[in-house]
């Protein structure tokens, strides 16, 4: 089940308007608190996917006539359309099996004869 939204709107971060989905008006002070200017956020009449809120945006003119508000919801609409079915699919390549790692040699050293301490065979512990 895809998520839905109940607000929506639009906000400028470093010059550029994006399309903003949340649930509630609390994300117009996050949002102003990180830098964000032109904030407008609207409450939806419900609950509604993102590919629904930016065509719903689309139809009531939400843009009021502002070239860049239009664009970002344009720029929206078009990354989230449903990918053309009439394209074939790349051919992807056959995955080759990944060779183990070779094991590392390991030296090993000769063993060395340890010399008895006397002092230490009568240890109390």
């Keep these: 089940m895809s998520q839905t939204f109940t607000h929506a709107g639009v906000s400028k971060l470093n010059g550029t308007f994006k399309v903003r989905f949340c649930n509630d008006q609390m994300r117009i002070k996050v949002l102003a608190k990180n830098g964000h200017t032109d904030i407008d956020i609207v409450e939806l009449k419900e609950p509604m996917t993102k590919e629904a809120v930016v065509a719903y945006l689309l139809k009531i003119n939400?843009?009021?006539?502002?070239?860049?508000?239009?664009?970002?919801?344009?720029?929206?609409?078009?990354?989230?359309?449903?990918?053309?079915?009439?394209?074939?699919?790349a051919k992807k390549e056959a995955k080759k099996p990944?060779?183990?790692?070779?094991?590392?040699?390991?030296?090993?050293?000769?063993?060395?004869a340890v010399k008895a301490n006397p002092a230490l065979e009568d240890a109390p512990f």
């Design 62 to 89: 939400f843009d009021n006539g502002n070239k860049a508000v239009r664009a970002a919801i344009e720029a929206a609409q078009e990354k989230r359309a449903p990918k053309a079915a009439n394209k074939s699919p």
């Design 98 to 112: 990944k060779k183990a790692p070779a094991k590392k040699a390991v030296a090993v050293s000769a063993p060395v």
